[in-house]
C-alpha cells in the first residue's frame, strides 16, 4: 500500500497560456494574482466528470470568495470544441462563474503534464504549485487544503485578500435556453426539456404555441424546481395509472428522477437521493439509492432505462416496484461489447427503442459511437452480482440476458465526420438518437451539426442534414424531422431528405500521447490524504488499482484489478501504441494520520478516478508512469 507522500522540490507553477481569456477584463497572469490562492480546473465541455467538478467547485469559490481565485483551462479533446463560439456557448450553459483560459492548443495543459480530464492543480500565494489531482470528488480536501493555505500566508503577510477577476457576461434570453429533449405527448402535444431554464415546457401540436412550464427556472430540488434536466420519457397509460404521474424526466444535476403528472402539473422525486453516487454499485430501494447524472430516459422491456452518464452504465428503474438496479455496464469506460454485464460504455447521452420494441438503441458521447441492446434470453432479475473489479468482465449488474453491439464508432479518441460502411464511419460527440419509419436509425451528431443516417440492413451511414448548431435530439413526426438545435435555442423543423455522402475527415484527439519505453514499466498511482484524514486499513488495503489496454493484447501482463497503488506492466513485443484503461479507488477516513487511530463513527471519503492515457512505446522513453490521484 502507498500513501506516504511522494516529496519532490518546489515547483514554480507555469505562465498561463491560451488564445484568449472569458469572464474577465482582459488578460490574466499568474503575476496578476500573485497574493491569491489559485485553483487551476483543467476541463473539456464534454466531458461530465468536468462538469460534476464545476458543481463540486461552486460552494468553495463563494466559502473563498476572497482569497480564492479558480481558473478555468478549456484544453479541448474533440475538434468542435476548440471553436470559439462552441466555448463561449459551453460557459453560459453550464454557469461558469470563473475567469476561464481557452487553450485549444494544449499549450498550457502540457505545461502543467495534465493527462486526465478533470485535473486541478492549486497554487500558492507566492506562485508555487502545491497540489495536483486527478478526477472529482475533492471538494473536501480542497477545503482542508485552502483552510491551511489561508492560515499559512496570512500569518506570513503573503496572502491578498480582495475580489476576483471574475467579469460576468451580458446575460441573453430566448424562449428557450439549450434545449436538450422533445417528446410527443399523447394528445399531440409536445414536451420540451428546456435544459438551460431548468423548466419543461409543454407546447400545442404545431411545436410554436406554448401552453404552459413545469418549473420556475430557478435551480434547485424541490416539487418547483429541476437542475438541468436533460431527458424525459411518456410512460405507458397502464403504468402511469397505477404511479400518479405520466412523465419520467432525467433530472441531471439533481441526480435524480422526477415524476411530472400532466394532469395535475405535480412533480415528484421518484428515484435518487439529491446526491452523486460515488460508489461503483448500486441498487435497491430508487429514493434510497444515489443516481449519478441520469442523462436520457427511456421505455424499454417493461421498464424505464436510465443513461447513466455519471458511471457509464444503464440503469433500469420499476416505477410500480419502485426500485432501480444495474442494466449493463461495468463503469469502465470504452468501447466493449457482449454480455450486458460485461459491456462498456462512454457517456451515454441518447436513447430511443425500436417500433417493435425489440432494440434499443443508444449513443455514447465520448466514443463517438452508436450501439444497441438486445434481449439474448431470459431475463433473471434476481440478487445483483457486486463486484469491484471493474474491468475483469465482473460487474453489480442484476437481471444479465442483454447484448450490447457496436455499430458505428471506434474507440474513446477517434472522432470524426465520415460516411460509408458503418466500420469506416465516424460521428462526433452525438448526443441523440431516433428511429425511423423504415427502421433506420437517425444519429443528432452533436459536434458536427448534422443529422446522420444509418441503415442496419445495409450497414451504410449518410447524411441528411448539415449546418446544425449543435443538434441534440431528433423526433420523427410524420414525413418531417424535428431537430433540437440546443446551442441555437431552437426547435427546426426538417424534411427528411434523400441521403446524402459526406467524405470528411478522420480525426485523433490532439492530446499528445505519452511515450513510454517498451517491455516492463512501473505504473504508480500517488496518494495524499487531506489534513484529517488517514487511509482507512482496519479492514485490509483500502486502495486497489485496475487496468486494461485497447487492443487487450497491448498488455503481456499487469492487467486485472489488485489492491495497491503500484503495478509492473509489460508491453507486447511488436504492437507500438495502445490505449491504457486505469482505474483507482482509496478509502481514507477522518483520524489522526500520527496515532492511525480512527474514531468508531467516522465519515469516510472514497476518492476514486479514471484515466485512458494513450501510448507511444519509444525506445529510451520512460520506464515508469507516475500519476496524481491526489499528490502533495
Not at 416505477?319 to 469502465?332: M, N, Q, Y
Not at 459491456?343 to 434499443?360: I, M, R
Not at 495524499?528 to 488495503?541: H, M, V
Request: proline share 7%.
Amino acid at each position: 500500500m502507498t500513501s506516504t507522500p511522494v516529496r519532490r522540490p518546489r515547483v514554480r507553477a507555469p505562465q498561463l497560456v491560451g488564445r484568449r481569456w472569458l469572464n474577465t477584463e482582459g488578460n490574466l497572469s499568474l503575476a496578476d494574482l500573485r497574493g491569491k490562492i489559485v485553483l487551476l480546473d483543467f476541463w473539456t465541455s464534454c466531458c461530465v466528470n468536468c462538469l460534476h467538478v464545476l458543481d463540486e467547485l461552486r460552494p468553495l469559490e463563494e466559502k473563498f470568495a476572497d482569497v480564492l481565485v479558480t481558473v478555468g483551462v478549456h484544453s479541448p479533446k474533440f475538434a468542435h470544441e476548440a471553436e470559439p463560439a462552441t466555448l463561449d456557448a459551453a460557459v453560459d450553459r453550464y454557469a461558469v462563474h470563473h475567469p476561464v483560459l481557452d487553450d485549444p492548443q494544449l499549450t498550457t495543459w502540457q505545461a502543467y503534464a495534465a493527462r486526465a480530464w478533470p485535473t486541478l492543480v492549486v497554487v500558492d500565494p507566492t506562485g508555487y504549485v502545491v497540489a495536483s489531482m486527478s478526477g472529482e470528488g475533492h471538494a473536501h480536501g480542497l477545503d482542508v487544503l485552502v483552510s491551511e493555505l489561508v492560515a499559512e500566508h496570512e500569518a506570513a503577510g503573503t496572502l491578498r485578500r480582495g475580489d476576483s477577476p471574475y467579469v460576468p457576461p451580458a446575460p441573453a434570453g430566448s424562449a428557450l435556453r439549450f434545449p436538450s429533449r422533445v417528446v410527443r405527448l399523447p394528445d399531440g402535444g409536445a414536451l420540451v426539456v428546456d435544459t438551460g431554464h431548468h423548466q419543461l415546457v409543454e407546447l400545442d401540436a404545431d411545436l410554436e404555441t406554448e401552453r404552459r412550464r413545469f418549473g420556475t427556472g430557478a435551480r434547485g430540488f424541490t416539487p418547483e424546481t429541476f437542475a438541468e434536466p436533460q431527458g424525459a420519457v411518456v410512460l405507458p397509460p397502464e403504468v402511469a395509472d397505477q404511479v400518479g404521474y405520466d412523465v419520467v424526466v432525467a433530472d441531471s444535476v439533481n441526480h435524480a428522477l422526477r415524476g411530472l403528472s400532466l394532469s395535475t402539473g405535480s412533480v415528484v422525486t421518484i428515484a435518487g437521493t439529491g446526491s452523486q453516487l460515488r460508489r461503483r454499485e448500486g441498487g435497491g430501494p430508487a429514493l434510497e439509492q444515489d443516481l449519478s447524472t441520469p442523462w436520457d430516459v427511456a421505455w424499454f422491456d417493461g421498464q424505464v432505462v436510465i443513461a447513466m452518464a455519471g458511471v457509464h452504465q444503464l440503469w433500469a428503474f420499476d416505477p410500480v416496484e419502485s426500485v432501480v438496479r444495474v442494466l449493463a455496464g461495468t463503469t469502465a469506460e470504452g468501447i466493449k461489447d457482449g454480455p450486458a454485464e460485461e459491456a462498456w460504455f462512454a457517456q451515454t447521452s441518447g436513447l430511443a427503442v425500436s417500433p417493435d420494441g425489440s432494440t434499443l438503441w443508444l449513443v455514447d458521447a465520448e466514443t463517438s459511437a452508436l450501439r444497441s441492446l438486445r434481449r439474448s434470453g431470459s431475463v433473471d432479475r434476481s440478487v445483483p452480482v457486486v463486484s469491484d473489479d471493474r474491468m475483469a468482465n465482473v460487474a453489480a449488474v442484476a437481471g444479465p440476458g442483454y447484448v450490447v453491439e457496436t455499430h458505428v464508432g471506434q474507440g474513446l479518441f477517434d472522432f470524426g465526420f465520415c460516411d460509408g460502411p458503418a466500420a469506416e464511419a465516424l460521428l462526433q460527440h452525438p448526443l441523440g438518437v431516433a428511429v425511423a419509419a423504415d427502421g433506420s436509425i437517425l444519429v443528432a451528431d452533436t459536434y458536427n451539426g448534422a443529422l446522420r443516417r444509418f441503415d442496419p440492413a445495409t450497414g451504410e451511414v449518410s447524411t441528411l442534414v448539415r449546418d446544425l448548431v449543435e443538434p441534440s435530439d431528433v423526433l420523427v413526426d410524420g414525413d418531417t424531422l424535428v431537430v433540437v438545435e440546443s446551442s441555437a435555442h431552437r426547435l427546426t423543423r426538417e424534411l427528411a431528405p434523400a441521403s446524402v455522402r459526406v467524405d470528411g475527415s478522420a480525426h485523433r484527439v490532439q492530446r499528445p500521447p505519452t511515450d513510454l519505453a517498451p517491455g516492463v514499466v512501473a505504473l504508480s498511482v500517488s496518494f495524499t490524504p487531506p489534513t484529517g484524514q488517514k487511509l482507512d486499513d482496519r479492514w485490509g488495503d483500502p486502495t486497489r488499482l485496475t487496468v486494461a489496454s485497447t487492443p487487450p493484447e497491448f498488455l503481456v501482463s499487469g492487467a486485472g484489478s489488485f489492491e495497491g497503488l503500484s503495478r509492473t506492466l509489460e508491453f507486447a513485443p511488436g504492437v507500438e501504441n495502445g490505449v491504457l484503461h486505469v482505474s483507482v479507488q482509496a478509502a481514507a477516513c477522518d483520524g489522526d494520520p500520527e496515532t492511525g487511530e480512527v474514531p468508531e463513527f467516522a465519515a469516510c471519503h472514497l476518492y476514486q478516478q479514471d484515466w485512458g492515457i494513450p501510448v507511444r512505446l519509444v525506445e529510451g522513453a520512460a520506464s515508469d508512469l507516475p500519476l496524481d490521484l491526489r499528490g502533495a
